[in-house]
C-alpha cells in the first residue's frame, strides 16, 4: 500500500490560522525556516491558587476517556452530557486491543465476536475469521452501558460530571480570559425545564457528536453522513447462531455507498446500513438490509428503531484557541468499515493528555500549541489507517460487481489476516512482499471479472 499515491486526505492538516515557522539565519547568511510550537510549560504562567479548569462536552467513549484522563492529571475537569442514559444508534464494535488499552471489565462487553459472514449482492457468503488466534475476538457492546462505564469512572476520578445540556459559550478576547459556557442544568431540583447555569473554564474538549455544538462555536467545518439501524428480538434458537457471528451485506440495494450489518447484542440483534449519497432512502435500504436476513431474523420483532449521524470525513478545522475537537465531533469514523468507538475514546484520552502534559499536571495555563500536539501526534499515528480505507471504499464500494470482486477477495486467507490485524490492533500491519505481490495480482484479476460482469449486465439491461 505504501507506494500508492494518496490525495492529501480532507480534514487532517494544518490551520492556516497557526503560525508554525519562524525565520532564522544559517553560518551561511541564507535564510531557512525552522519548525516550532509554543509549549506551555516554557511559556504560559502558572495559576494563582486554583489549577487549570478543563470542560468536556459530551458524554460517550471521547469525552468519558478525556475525563477521566484530564482528572486523574490535576485538572479540575467538568464533564457535561445532556442524556446520562443515551442508547446512540451504533454498531457497538470494539477491538480487542481496546479491551486492555481501556481496561474495560469483560462483563460489559455483550458477545465476542469470532466469525464473520460477508456476502456480496448476489447472495455469495465468504467466512472471515478463520486467522484469528484464541483468545482474540471482536467485542460487542452497547453504547448506553460502555459510555456510563467510562463516565462513571471519570467521576471516580475526580471529575465533575454534570447533567446538562450546553447551548453555547462566549469566546475570550485575550489569551488569559476564561471561555465562559452556558448550558442548562437537569439536576432534578429544578424541574423538567432544568435552569440556566454559566461555567468559566481554560479549555474545553467538544466530543459533543457529529451534531456537534462546539464544533459550530469554532467554524469547524461541515460533513455530511447517515446512519439507521434497528434492535431486533429474535427467538432464542435464531439468536444461537449469531452467538458469535456478525454479518455483513454489500449490494446497492442496502447501500450504494456504505454496507448493511447484523450485529449481535446481549439479547437481540442490531440491524442497519447508512449511505452519505442517498440519505431520503435510508429506509428503503433498511427493509432491504432485513429482507437480505429475513431467514435468520424470521419471527423477530422490532424493539427499537434508532437514526444517527455519523461523519465521512474529519472536519476541516479541528482546533481552535485552546478548543479542541475528538471523536465524532472531529470526524474520526473510517471509511469502508465506519468503524468509530475506539477513535473517539482514543482521541479523547491523547487530547487530554496533551492538555496535562502541558498544563504541568495542572499548575500551568496551556495555549492552542500545547492542543495542537494531540493533533500532530494523531495524525502520525492514524492517518495511514484513514487513507487506506478511504481508498478501498472508493475502489470496492463503487458498483455491484466491484462488491463482487471485493467479497471474492475477503476469502483469500492472507487478506484475512491483514484485515483483522489491522483492526485488532489499530495499526497498518506490515505485509509479507511475496504475499502482498500475489494480492494485488489476485485484486487485479478479480476487478478484471467484476468490469467484464458489469459490462454483461449492461447489456442485459439494454
Not at 249 to 258: C, K, M, Q, R
Not at 362 to 387: A, C, H, I, N
Request: aromatic share 8%; hydrophobic share 35%.
Amino acid at each position: 500500500m505504501s507506494s500508492i499515491a494518496f490525495k492529501p486526505f480532507t480534514g487532517l492538516r494544518r490551520s492556516s490560522a497557526v503560525p508554525t515557522t519562524t525565520i532564522t539565519t544559517n553560518s551561511t547568511g541564507l535564510s531557512k525556516a525552522v519548525k516550532f510550537h509554543a509549549s506551555a510549560a516554557k511559556t504560559s504562567p502558572k495559576l494563582s491558587n486554583r489549577n487549570l479548569r478543563v470542560a468536556v462536552i459530551g458524554g460517550g467513549p471521547a469525552g468519558g476517556s478525556a475525563a477521566e484522563t484530564l482528572a486523574k492529571g490535576g485538572i479540575e475537569t467538568f464533564l457535561i452530557e445532556r442524556k446520562l442514559d443515551n442508547c446512540k444508534p451504533c454498531g457497538g464494535a470494539i477491538p480487542l486491543c481496546m479491551v486492555g488499552e481501556f481496561d474495560l471489565p469483560l462483563d460489559i462487553i455483550d458477545r465476542r465476536v469470532t466469525k464473520m459472514k460477508m456476502i456480496s449482492p448476489s447472495n455469495i457468503a465468504v467466512d472471515i475469521g478463520q486467522t484469528l488466534k484464541p483468545h482474540e475476538y471482536i467485542g460487542m457492546v452497547r453504547r448506553e452501558v460502555l459510555d456510563a462505564y467510562l463516565r462513571d469512572r471519570a467521576k471516580e476520578n475526580g471529575a465533575n460530571v454534570i447533567n446538562g445540556l450546553f447551548l453555547k459559550m462566549d469566546m475570550p478576547q485575550r489569551w488569559d480570559e476564561p471561555y465562559v459556557l452556558h448550558y442548562t442544568e437537569y439536576d432534578g431540583k429544578k424541574g423538567a425545564m432544568g435552569e440556566k447555569v454559566s461555567l468559566e473554564v481554560d479549555a474545553v474538549i467538544g466530543a459533543d457528536g457529529a451534531n456537534s455544538r462546539v464544533a459550530k462555536a469554532i467554524n469547524a467545518g461541515d460533513y455530511d453522513y447517515a446512519i439507521a439501524f434497528q434492535r431486533i428480538k429474535i427467538p432464542d434458537e435464531k439468536m444461537v447462531y449469531y452467538e458469535n457471528l456478525a454479518e455483513m451485506y454489500v449490494g446497492d440495494d442496502v447501500s450504494p455507498d456504505f454496507y448493511g450489518w447484523v450485529f449481535p447484542k446481549c439479547d437481540h440483534v442490531a440491524v442497519g446500513t447508512g449511505t452519505v449519497t442517498h440519505k431520503s432512502d435510508i429506509k428503503k435500504f433498511q427493509l432491504a438490509t432485513r429482507n437480505r436476513a429475513k431467514d435468520k431474523i424470521l419471527g423477530g420483532k422490532i424493539i427499537r428503531v434508532e437514526a444517527h449521524p455519523i461523519p465521512e470525513h474529519p472536519r476541516p478545522r479541528r482546533l481552535s484557541g485552546r478548543v479542541a475537537l475528538v471523536g465524532d465531533a472531529a470526524g474520526y469514523v473510517t471509511k469502508c468499515s465506519g468503524e468509530g468507538i475506539y477513535f473517539a475514546a482514543k482521541s479523547g484520552r491523547m487530547c487530554a493528555e496533551a492538555i496535562v502534559e502541558g498544563s504541568q499536571h495542572g499548575k500551568k495555563m496551556v495555549d492552542e500549541g500545547d492542543l495542537r500536539k494531540y493533533l500532530e501526534k494523531w495524525d502520525k499515528t492514524y492517518w495511514p489507517t484513514y487513507k487506506v480505507l478511504d481508498v478501498l471504499q472508493k475502489v470496492f464500494y463503487r458498483s455491484n460487481p466491484a462488491r463482487e470482486a471485493f467479497v471474492e477477495m475477503c476469502a483469500d486467507e492472507y487478506v484475512q489476516k491483514m484485515t483483522f490485524d489491522s483492526y485488532l490492533y489499530k495499526t497498518v500491519a506490515p505485509g509479507n512482499p511475496l504475499e502482498d505481490l500475489k494480492l494485488a495480482v489476485n485484486t487485479i484479476g478479480s476487478l478484471v471479472r467484476a468490469n467484464a460482469l458489469r459490462k454483461e449486465m449492461e447489456k442485459l439491461n439494454v
